[in-house]
Nanobody
């Protein structure tokens, strides 16, 4: 597994979680440090959708559904990409995946209860 996600869990609506994506191989470490990395999510019965991304120069972009609530950052020293999720809603419930080019992790489950 090239990327390892963590930090998911069960939280009440309005709560916060911070997801972490750690690069576990030389290839994925180089990818995260030199390329755009992103977070995606897939809810049951739905297609995987893009959530947020951060470019190598630090420029960030967010899906409209999470704009203003989520932030994305990278820690190159630790080869990680973080997703801070605030004001969570039940519709944010999904498996969250980290991606860099064609490298993926196995995902971490986020469940938001109403």
């Amino acid at each position: 597994v090239q990327l390892v996600e963590s930090g998911g869990g069960l939280v009440q609506a309005g709560g916060s979680l911070r997801l972490s994506c750690a690069a576990s191989t030389i290839t994925s470490k180089i990818c995260i440090s030199r390329n755009a990395a992103g977070w995606y999510r897939q809810a049951p019965g739905k297609q995987r959708e893009w959530v947020a991304s951060i470019a190598s120069d630090g420029d960030t972009n967010f899906a409209d559904s999470v704009k203003g609530r989520f932030t994305i950052s990278r820690d190159n020293a630790k080869n990680t990409v973080l997703l801070q999720m605030n004001s969570l809603k039940p519709e944010d419930t999904a498996v969250y995946y980290c991606g860099c080019n064609n490298l993926w992790g196995r995902g971490t489950q986020v469940t938001v209860s109403s």
